[in-house]
């Protein structure tokens, strides 16, 4: 089971460069999000999308973006890197349920910006 | 906006000590509950949930916690903590919806052999 898929592993970008980390997922989930994790707070939503063609922004959304074309797919976008997107960024997928469901994450991509 | 809360950054056990860790959150509809955890390197993996039901959850390793409305939390214990239980821990809320979650700032747990 490939689960949530997240490309690449690693990454250092100079300032002002511009990528994009990939995520994928194969369980057919509507919601998908990016977090970012940092010391000492946590993980911080930046955007997420409740289905194909839906995003919306999150706590700390400045410099990224994202669009949502597949339910598979989630990419994330950095326009012009900064040294304080240095980070690890987690992508998750969960399904939309009244119940309530859990969210399955990545394995994460940690970026340096020099 | 919902919050979470987690009051210990850091905690250091010998093996075979009993875990309790905090969790509050600020939410005042219904809420799901879930408890995440972090090995070193590694992404997040669900320890257990709470979504209704039974407040008191079990869940893998060993790992409960309790869900107490009144109080607003949702605290994670273990009897008898191992060395391999050594890594990060996140308490993270979401509202009935599903979906969005927020987390908590995290707490360390190291345990000594």
Redesign the interface.
Known sequence: NAGVTQTPKFQVLKTGQSMTLQCAQDMNHEYMSWYRQDPGMGLRLIHYSVGAGITDQGEVPNGYNVSRSTTEDFPLRLLSAAPSQTSVYFCASSQMDRGGTEAFFGQGTRLTVV | AQS?S?HN?HVILSEAASLELGCNYSYGGTV?L?W?VQYPG?????LL?Y??GDPLVKGIKGFEAEFIKSKFSFNLRKPSVQWSDTAEY?CAV?D???????????TELSVKP
């Open positions: 979470v987690q950054h799901n879930f995440y590694q992404h997040l993996q669900l949930k979504f209704s996140f979401n009935n919806q599903g979906g969005k979650l927020i987390f908590g700032q995290g």
